[in-house]
């Protein structure tokens, strides 16, 4: 468990490293949005037959970085209509 959310964190920031721009994100969010990024990652790393989706390997790490660059992007976006209307 302890792994998983170390994991969760060092995805959170990798995504905040490659993603362009400043995010206006806390370390819970990053934390969050990594973790989600490591489960759909190692999801779709099962699905492909790599490892299981709590087993961290090459594939899995990858797609879980690209998923937390686009969830930042999302959270980036919904932050972003949240500001504007009020």
């Known amino acids: 468990m302890i792994g998983f959310v170390v ?8 995504a905040r490293l490659i993603k362009p721009g400043k995010q206006n994100l ?7 949005l990594g973790l989600a990024g ?19 390997n090459v594939l899995g790490f990858i797609i879980a970085v690209i998923a937390a660059v686009l969830l930042i992007g999302v959270a980036e976006g919904l932050a972003g209509r949240v500001k504007s209307k009020h």
């Open 38 to 56: 490591s489960v759909i990652g190692g999801t779709i790393a099962n699905l492909l037959g790599t490892g299981g989706i709590f087993e961290l």
């Open 26 to 32: 806390g370390i819970i969010a990053t934390l969050l």
């Open 7 to 14: 994991a969760g964190l060092i995805i959170g920031a990798l």
